[in-house]
């Protein structure tokens, strides 16, 4: 007999892929297997002849990678599918035969020393490699090497793994549309989630671009990182108090010197408009070598630590009007960020519900007068109180399930039900 899977609706809220990633990602760490029907069915197709939502290549990518790493059953894991079953192998089952050379990981030895583990997700398009990351991230924090059985014959086989660091690649886009770009994971994204939310230290490093606009360009970042120890507990953080903005940093990339000297020169001219003493930096200034690539981000980082940022890609040829365009674009609907006073932008809110929910006490996230949570926002949440039993109140706080790295949260979560009917927990359930 298997535990019933949760059953999750994909048209739910903001019904796109948000709510698949969350959802596999807390599946893949907790052990509890689910059931995804309507998969990103609000979405609507490229084309009208085409089917809408059901998996892309760079959510199958994800899911692939966690179903490998868990050792998990799944049904419906193909490339346009609209319904996904995903049940990853329980802690106290052993691993088939069949399954234990699938594992993700490449070990890296010095001598006879285990240095590192190693391993890379291929796209061949220019996927979002962030969402990649968001996907996987929480299994490769809080996920803890465990000892695993296999079972050959009648022989029972320990494989004792060491928490040591890992290095994730991932072959995608850098500079994708309606995604999180790389410079906003590495400026915004890491350092509130190590400085103020306490994860261990992301080092990242572009390998190669990639880029939806322009000819479509498939790039590769590497991912370094040391996951929790076992028995660790996130502990619960407040997002309040932002303090005031002390520095601009500016990344442009474009296709030539003239046309990035211009947008520097336009950028500066706004920022300092509104914001006179305020200091700009420029961590990013790099050639596109194609005019119909253009990125600009604007971070501001303040007082206390925090950073909030706007940014625009421009998927079309670029001129001099249109450098006007999106320096006012991104300057504008920065300051009209900053004056809600919150302590994250509305980009950020979604990303740190999950955190929210595995740690230990109530977290809180101030985002500013007059904020509401996006829709995004609402549909992680909705996700998390339904897979770890937590709820958020209508500030956005939430008591978070105080996971244990190593615990064993499907015997919590099974203990903690109350059950009506014993015979609507469990089923016979055999997923191919």
């Not at 309507?38 to 002849?49: G, Q």
């Not at 040829?317 to 900053?338: I, R």
């Not at 008591?399 to 015979?423: A, H, N, Y």
């Amino acid at each position: 007999m298997a535990l019933k899977p949760d059953s999750l609706d994909g048209r739910t809220l903001e019904g796109g892929g948000q709510l698949l990633r969350l959802a596999v990602s807390l599946s893949a760490l907790t052990y509890l297997p689910i059931h995804i029907y309507d998969i990103r069915a609000n979405r609507a197709p490229r084309k009208a002849s085409q089917p809408a939502g059901g998996l892309k290549a760079a959510h199958l990518a994800a899911v692939e990678w966690l179903a490998r790493a868990t050792h998990a059953d799944t049904k419906g894991m193909v490339q346009g599918s609209r319904k996904l079953d995903f049940r990853p192998l329980q802690r106290r089952q052993y691993i088939p035969k069949d399954k234990t050379q699938s594992s993700v990981w490449q070990e890296i030895c010095d001598g006879s020393k285990l240095i590192r583990r190693e391993t890379a997700i291929q796209l061949d398009s220019p996927g979002s490699i962030c969402l990649i990351l968001q996907a996987i991230l929480p299994y490769l924090l809080f996920h803890s090497p465990e000892t695993v059985k296999t079972a050959e014959g009648a022989a029972e086989v320990d494989q004792k793994v060491t928490n040591v660091p890992l290095r994730v690649t991932i072959n995608g886009g850098t500079n994708v549309s309606r995604s999180p770009s790389v410079e906003y994971i590495c400026q915004v994204l890491i350092p509130l989630l190590v400085d103020k939310v306490g994860i261990p230290p992301i080092t990242t490093l572009v390998i190669k671009r990639g880029w939806s606009s322009g000819r479509a360009d498939v790039g590769a970042v590497q991912f370094d990182l040391m996951p929790f120890a076992s028995g660790c507990k996130l502990t619960e953080f407040h997002f309040t108090d932002r303090g005031e903005v002390t520095r601009m940093h500016v990344s442009i990339l474009a296709a030539d010197a003239a046309a990035r000297s211009t947008l520097r020169k336009k950028v500066i001219e706004r920022l300092l408009a509104a914001r006179p003493e305020v200091e700009i930096l420029f961590p990013v200034d790099e050639d596109t070598k194609n005019g119909a690539r253009l990125y600009l981000l604007v971070v501001a980082e303040t007082s206390n630590g925090y950073r909030l940022g706007r940014d625009c890609l421009w998927e079309r040829k670029s001129n001099s009007s249109m450098l006007e365009t999106v320096a006012n674009a991104v300057t504008k609907d920065l300051e009209e960020e900053l004056q809600r006073g919150g302590c994250v932008d509305e980009f950020m809110q979604d990303q740190l519900v999950v955190f929210q929910g595995l740690a230990r006490g109530k977290s809180i996230v101030d985002s500013g007068k007059d904020m509401h949570a996006t829709l995004h926002t609402k549909t992680a949440r909705w996700v998390a109180e339904r897979l770890l039993n937590l709820t958020f109140d209508e500030s956005g706080g939430c008591e978070g399930c105080s996971f244990e790295v190593g615990e064993d949260f499907l015997d919590r979560k099974q203990t903690e039900r109350v059950v009506q009917d014993p015979s609507d927990e469990l089923e016979d359930l055999t997923i191919s």
